[in-house]
């Protein structure tokens, strides 16, 4: 079992700040069509997201800033990339409309559990799961491999309402 500490600056909180800056060449390669390398940023914030809780958990540096830092990272990455690839046509409205409405209603719904309970709720496993689906999705839409595309989506769409009915279970049980 680990602690939670109050700290900052940790390592694991170090890489989710990584994480959101990397949107910023993330789109900025999108945008510029340099798929390869936006693909490689890609790769790297997921690398970056598995190790952020890893190193945190192995060097016992878990922090109360890392529950609330490695959600935001995520969030701010996918919206940054999944909006991106929206505008180039390479992921449909509906589908980057359910993975923001997922994350605004994770988000409602950690504020309203921090402001009743004082208590910051840790990332579960099937968001994690759910993100890591969400980003292979991103991944098969920057290769542009259409015809795998809309198998991914789907899948990926029942991956993100397990994780937000498991979620919400978890919130409004905290909650009661």
């Known amino acids: 079992m680990f602690t939670i500490s109050g700290s900052f600056f940790t390592i694991g909180n170090l890489l989710s700040l990584l994480r959101i800056l990397m949107t910023v060449p993330a789109v900025y390669l999108l945008l510029q069509n340099q798929r390869m390398y936006a693909l490689v940023v890609c790769v790297m914030a997921a690398i970056s997201d598995y190790l952020d809780g890893a ?15 490695d959600p935001v990272a995520d969030k701010v ?6 909006v991106t690839l929206l505008y ?24 309203i559990m921090r402001r009743r309970t004082d208590t910051t709720a840790p990332s579960m496993l099937t968001g994690k799961i759910a993100v890591t689906a969400i980003a292979i999705t991103g991944i098969v839409s920057i290769m542009d491999v259409g015809d ?4 991914f989506m789907v899948v990926t769409t029942m991956l993100m309402a397990l994780s937000l009915w498991d979620y919400s279970r978890r919130f409004y049980g905290t909650i009661r």
């Open 55 to 69: 190193v945190s958990r192995a060097t016992g540096t878990v922090s109360e800033w890392g529950r609330i830092l």
């Open 77 to 82: 990455f996918v919206a940054g990339v999944v």
């Open 88 to 111: 180039l046509s390479l992921l449909p409205l509906w589908f980057v409309s359910i993975v923001l409405l997922r994350d605004v209603l994770i988000i409602a719904g950690s504020f």
């Open 148 to 151: 795998y595309l809309i198998t």
